[in-house]
């Protein structure tokens, strides 16, 4: 069972594009980061968020934290094909802070 | 800082082989994590350490599975003997805090297949 159910699984769009991934669950996160992973690559840190509702912008990548801390979403404006990647989520649980749970991610290809 | 390091980046191996992946974290980080990706788990927790002392290990598949950080700049995961399902890409990530949502810095993963 996946705590943490990220949708869409694909996204295949072109470049100029505004793309919305949701990232789910029923338990309660203290926290909730983005991480992006290239081919070959290991994920890199893009966010964290903390508080509920709490919303960060990160040039054209707008991240929101869920009210009640169990969900969250990235938003991309005007996609471009460095964007392509895979998108994880990852949450640090309410009642075990030691770990992160990650998302099953979200696989995204822009074409120019 | 170079970044985490891991060796080797590509490992292929028979069925029964044992098999040694090797992780330097960043300097001065404290916790050290093993990570297994694969299409169908995506990307699983197996094992962290803090201060070099395994804290949880309740993501390790089986017996077959054992990790060691004798210092703070080394650490290993073996596998013995390695099975055809434990192909999977491999990463060490390491960060400085005890918390989760500590800024885990990934190394570039060890691609394992076991024909």
């Known amino acids: 069972t996946q705590l943490l159910e990220q949708s869409p699984q694909f996204l295949s769009i072109q470049e100029g594009e505004n793309l919305t991934v949701y990232c789910n669950s029923s338990s309660v996160f203290s926290s909730l980061q983005w991480y992006r992973q290239e081919p070959g690559e290991g994920p890199v840190l893009l966010v964290t968020v903390v508080t509920g509702g709490e919303v960060k912008k990160l040039k054209r990548l707008t991240f929101q934290f869920g009210d009640a801390r169990k969900d969250s979403s990235l938003h991309i404006t005007a996609a471009q094909p460095g964007d392509t990647g895979l998108y994880l989520c990852a949450g640090e649980l309410s009642y075990n802070t030691d770990k992160l749970i990650f998302g099953t991610g979200t696989r995204l290809q822009v074409f120019p | 800082d170079a970044g985490v390091i891991q060796s080797p980046r590509h490992e292929v191996t028979e069925m029964g082989q044992e098999v040694t992946l090797r992780c330097k974290p960043i300097s001065g980080h404290n916790s050290l994590f093993w990570y297994r990706q694969t299409m169908m788990r995506g990307l699983e927790l197996l094992i962290y350490f803090n201060n070099n002392v395994p804290i949880d290990d309740s993501g390790m598949p089986e017996d077959r599975f054992s990790a060691k950080m004798p210092n703070a700049s080394f650490s290993t995961l073996k596998i013995q003997p390695s099975e055809p399902r434990d192909s999977a890409v491999y990463f060490c990530?390491?960060?400085?805090?005890?918390?989760?949502?500590?800024?885990?810095?990934f190394g570039p993963g060890t691609r394992l297949t076991v024909l």
């Open positions: 990530a390491s960060s400085f805090g005890g918390r989760a949502r500590d800024e885990q810095f």
